[in-house]
């Protein structure tokens, strides 16, 4: 039955038509006043929508830069970080050490190791590493990025940049964040606690319930959340439907575990 069925095989009549060249990589600046401008690669195209950089992704870096105490000195996480940029500009603010991550993939690595090396000082460089890393998995590469020394358990900043309307993502998301994030308790600046800072857009309005749920998740897993930016861009697509202002707008949510402390607003 079997060479039967090998014999049925329609597989050497029908080939596969030949599958469309890969759009060409695209770039995009990031502007500011205090450190030259970024330029950021993007991949030509993804199903992970790394090919474009996000408003969230403008927005979480100029917030950084106007709180770098945030990144000063402090180990940061970076997850699905398509072109690396809140990452980046961690880096530039000194950050201790920064880990980029996305989804295992050559082609997503590759171009955060490429914005990596474009972007920072050799120095810089040095603080930076990245990674492939599935959300909700096993986070020991990711721990074992961090400083040699005894006060690194965790990292003390960990970005979501426009990544919540993954809804079916939401657990693995938190699994990583709890797994990830340094206690209060070894964190040895106590004026900062750790955080895990969401920024999003609602690109969907009939949705964006459901991406809130994500935050009412984690309150029922123990964290405090708080929206602390709110912020107009142009829409990333004008001709999608829903309300235009809603699409447009940035939101920036700070996620912490118990008593918040002081915190850049």
Same mark, same amino acid.
């Given at each position: 039955?079997?060479?039967?069925?090998?014999?049925?095989?329609?597989?050497?009549?029908?080939?596969?038509?030949?599958?469309?060249?890969?759009?060409?990589?695209?770039?995009?600046?990031?502007?500011?006043?205090?450190?030259?401008?970024?330029?950021?690669?993007?991949?030509?195209?993804?199903?992970?929508?790394?090919?474009?950089?996000?408003?969230?992704?403008?927005?979480?870096?100029?917030?950084?830069?106007?709180?770098?105490?945030?990144?000063?000195?402090?180990?940061?996480?970076?997850?699905?970080?398509?072109?690396?940029?809140?990452?980046?500009?961690? &880096?530039?603010?000194?950050?201790?050490?920064? *880990?980029?991550?996305? +989804? =295992?993939?050559?082609?997503?690595? %590759?171009?955060? @190791?490429?914005?990596?090396?474009?972007?920072?000082?050799?120095?810089?460089?040095?603080?930076?590493?990245?990674?492939?890393?599935?959300?909700?998995?096993?986070?020991?590469?990711?721990?074992?990025?961090?400083?040699?020394?005894?006060?690194?358990?965790?990292?003390?900043?960990?970005?979501?940049?426009?990544?919540?309307?993954?809804?079916?993502?939401?657990?693995?998301?938190?699994?990583?964040?709890?797994?990830?994030?340094?206690?209060?308790?070894?964190?040895?600046?106590?004026?900062?606690?750790?955080?895990?800072?969401?920024?999003?857009?609602?690109?969907?309005?009939?949705?964006?319930?459901?991406?809130?749920?994500?935050?009412?998740?984690?309150?029922? &897993?123990?964290?405090?959340?708080?929206?602390? *930016?709110?912020?107009? +861009? =142009?829409?990333?697509?004008?001709? %999608?439907?829903? @309300?235009?202002?809603?699409?447009?707008?940035?939101?920036?949510?700070?996620?912490?575990?118990?008593?918040?402390?002081?915190?850049?607003?």
């Amino acid at each position: 039955m079997q060479d039967d069925e090998e014999d049925l095989s329609l597989g050497h009549v029908f080939t596969e038509p030949p599958r469309p060249p890969t759009p060409p990589p695209t770039f995009a600046t990031y502007t500011r006043n205090t450190f030259p401008d970024l330029k950021i690669r993007l991949v030509g195209s993804h199903p992970l929508w790394a090919h474009h950089l996000w408003n969230a992704a403008l927005a979480f870096a100029s917030y950084i830069d106007s709180n770098p105490e945030i990144a000063h000195n402090r180990c940061v996480l970076e997850l699905g970080a398509g072109g690396g940029l809140p990452g980046l500009v961690s &880096a530039q603010n000194g950050a201790k050490k920064v *880990v980029l991550t996305d +989804y =295992p993939e050559a082609v997503l690595i %590759d171009n955060l @190791e490429f914005n990596a090396r474009k972007n920072l000082s050799p120095d810089e460089q040095d603080h930076v590493e990245t990674q492939g890393y599935i959300w909700g998995h096993p986070v020991d590469n990711l721990l074992r990025a961090l400083p040699k020394d005894p006060a690194s358990t965790g990292f003390h900043l960990i970005i979501l940049s426009d990544l919540i309307f993954n809804h079916s993502q939401h657990d693995a998301l938190l699994k990583s964040c709890d797994m990830c994030l340094i206690s209060r308790s070894a964190n040895n600046d106590t004026s900062i606690a750790p955080c895990v800072l969401v920024f999003y857009s609602h690109h969907r309005p009939h949705l964006a319930d459901r991406d809130l749920d994500f935050f009412r998740k984690a309150q029922d &897993a123990g964290w405090v959340c708080e929206e602390i *930016v709110t912020r107009k +861009y =142009p829409p990333m697509f004008p001709e %999608d439907p829903g @309300e235009e202002e809603v699409r447009a707008t940035v939101h920036g949510w700070r996620m912490t575990r118990g008593d918040t402390g002081d915190f850049p607003h």
